[in-house]
């Protein structure tokens, strides 16, 4: 028996069990069950506490609010803030929980309390529960408050105790609790009940609002006040009593005025706030927005000026316009102002909406043919009547220079340069650009979009157009993204912070803008003679230097304005969201008044420096601007881009013999005997002369050319010019409204101004012409020849075909 007891003692358990288990089954039973419960303590709260749809809420880069929508239950529930007002906090313990700093989650002192109070009514009267258990309540949707209730909410709020500090549990109980008609968490609450964050509530808000979730029926304009006054200056004695502030402050606080009707929100960005709500998924996990860039006194600033402006182009029947400021530099957003209040349409957000975006993308063709060595600053281009198939494009003057500097061609915003510069560079290359740049709205292939590319032929969006401009002001800096294959990148803007994971600054794509061509670009936008009322404009920007481009679409519809400096881009849309047209609708007297005024309202800044390691000078014309020829009488000093590749010379300037007076040429086969001279002249082709001497009177024709007998002679210099049809041409004639067949309009120039000029079509004749050179005709379908000649034999000939119209 004794050996057999001793075996039973041993370390070894029968079938694997200690022997302290067959030994104490009950107090191993006891430690299972502490376990359990240990267990059950531990897994009681779950991961996540509140799930509840909060309001969309839309918040500065300082942290204020710039909008707010309901929650999707309609109720005004703010995701939590940051930080809790230190003036709620104590008018909250001290009116539900004054020992909440020291108890575990449950207040033994006023269970005990509570249940003598109970006991002495006759029923539930007092039920103690902290802040802590009022937190978990809120979790479980107050499921009741039965004495099981009661027993569940005060074993959570032991363990929520365990798990978050008692800051935090002052942070679930303020974003959850109610506080009067649809408005839950103290966020909300300030904002609805007093007009302002938490962190700016007096001590009488803060008693107010501490009271409230309690009674939250208390806060209503037509009842309950007067309890409400009571309770508030009760809770403000016991306040001012524990020493948190004095009596002075109290008398003050009890004479505030108690909460009124609901107040709105405020709505300074709700195209924003409606963007963010589709862009942002995280809507999706009841989180927060995220933080915008938006800069809340120039978004305050920006959208009181586009309201100003918005009445009184609304006496013209102009009703929306929209504004983005950015950081030049960073791409950050400013502002956004997605459409004017009180407006026709007022919830369409103009920033993504496509619009014709008539000349404002002249810009980066210019710099474009900078780099690719097309064009040059000061080299001249023409400026003419021009016909190109069907096509015909006129300036907004309605008027011709001949020609005119590429620099000066752009500022001016002329469009028959640009056409005939498009012409040149290729549309399809041009299209190519403007999407790598970071325009999003071109589908198409370049082809369908044609010459009318660059004057409004393709429609884009304010928000891509900032983003180009912004790049090219960025590229001048020298500040461009840098890729591998080391050309710069633009980037879109970005509006909502990115947390520095640089995800809203993902490259649009290569540019093929260097730095230099950049800054000249910028140069000649800020040109110091703009003609008309565009000149108006630099004297309204006083002594701030702003590179700015306007455009106004066909059949003014939109008016554009943008404007760049080192630190600020600007740009601005003003018309009608339904896409009608006004008379008034020019840019120069609705988008550009707006711009400037915005840059008003913005601090001064500094101009871009000149990137002399992307820039070289070479030797150019006086005269044509182009690389200097040895014919060329003056010669000037040019920056163009380091990389861009030759240009040819000047082809304007000639050496010329004149005679011994200098009021003949001399050709080179004529016998002289007299005294002859040579010098060097700047010659322009007839055609863009014909234009060029009305506004230059300076200029100097070119004398006749002597023959035997003082009779002038024909020489290498063609005197007559067809502006169209242009050789091969392809034009199609519409009909006329009676049901005739329409008409082509012919037009030529000659260099002597009393020169005539004889038009024949397939060898029928068709008139003369003096001074003015047109001539109306009505060809067939088909293909057929022009034939132009003056009375000295000059002769020019040109094929072209007419178009079927059923065949178009």
Known sequence: MTKGRAAYSGGKALHGFPAVVLKHPRLVLELYALVLLLGIFALSLPEILFDPAYSPVLYSREGRLLGAMTAPDGQWRFPPGEEINGKFSAALIEYEDRRFRFHPGIDPLALARAFLVNIRVGRVVSGASTITMQTVRMMRRDRGRTVFEKGVEAFLALRLELRFSKDEILALYSAHAPFGGNVVGLEAASWRWFGRPPLELS??????????????????????????????????????????????????????????????????????????????????????????????????????????????????????????????????????????????????????????????????????????????????????????????????????????????????????????????????????????????????????YGLPLILGGAETTLWDLAGLYSGLARTALGQGNIAPEGVTRFFPPEVFASNGTGKNKAPAGNSRVSAGAAWLTLEALTFASRPGEEAAWRDYASSRRIAWKTGTSFGFRDAWAIGVTPRWTVAVWIGNAT????????????????????????????????????????????????????????????????????????????????????????????????????????????????????????????????????????????????FNPEQGARIFVPVEIDGRPGSVVFSAAHRDPNAALYWHLDENYLGSTELFHEMEARPAPGFHTLTLLDGSGHRITRRFEILDRENV
């Open 203 to 448: 001590w009488a808000e803060a008693a107010v609002l501490a009271v409230l979730p309690n009674e939250p029926a208390l806060v209503h304009p037509g009842r309950n006040r007067e309890l409400l006054k009571i309770k508030r200056d009760a809770l403000l004695e016991r306040l001012c009593s524990r020493g948190f502030f004095d009596g002075e402050t109290l008398s003050l606080a009890m004479a505030e005025d108690l909460p009124g009707e609901p107040l709105p929100l405020p709505g300074l960005a709700p195209h924003l706030l409606a963007r963010a709500i589709r862009e942002n998924e995280t809507l999706r996990a009841n989180t927060a927005l995220p933080r915008t860039t938006i800069d809340f006194s120039i978004q305050e600033r920006s959208a009181a000026i586009m309201g100003r402006w918005a009445g009184r182009f609304a006496e013209n029947g102009i009703m929306n316009g929209a504004a983005l400021i950015m950081d030049t530099q960073s791409g950050e957003v400013l502002a956004y102002v997605g459409n004017v209040e009180s407006a026709e349409a007022a919830d369409v957000d103009i920033i993504l909406s496509p619009r014709s975006s008539g000349s404002i993308l002249k810009p980066f063709l210019y710099a474009a043919m900078l780099d690719s060595g097309e064009l040059l600053p000061a080299a001249l281009v023409s400026d003419i009547p021009t016909r190109v198939g069907s096509y015909s494009p006129e300036n907004m003057s309605q008027n011709y220079l001949g020609v005119v500097p590429a620099g000066e061609a752009l500022a001016r915003s002329l469009n028959i340069p640009a056409v005939r510069s498009l012409r040149v560079y290729g549309v399809e290359r041009f299209a190519r650009l403007l999407q790598d740049l970071g325009i999003t709205t071109l589908f198409r292939r370049g082809e369908d």
């Open 579 to 722: 896409g009608e047209g006004r008379p008034e609708l020019r840019s120069i007297q609705s988008s550009a008044p707006v711009l400037f005024e915005l840059f008003s309202s913005l601090e001064g800044t500094q101009w871009f420096p000149r990137p002399d390691e992307a820039l070289k000078s070479i030797e150019v014309c006086g005269n044509s601007g182009y690389p200097a020829g040895p014919d060329c009488e003056t010669v000037t000093e040019a920056l163009i881009p380091r990389g861009a590749p030759p240009h040819r010379p000047c082809p304007y300037c000639r050496t010329i013999t004149l005679n011994g007076e200098g009021t003949m040429r001399i050709a080179l086969d004529a016998t002289e005997t007299g005294t002859v001279m040579r010098k060097k002249w700047f010659i322009l082709p007839p055609e863009e002369e014909w234009y060029f001497r009305r506004w230059n009177l300076d200029y100097r024709e070119l004398p006749p050319l002597a023959g035997q007998g003082g009779v002038t002679r024909q020489d290498d210099t063609p005197p007559l010019a067809l």
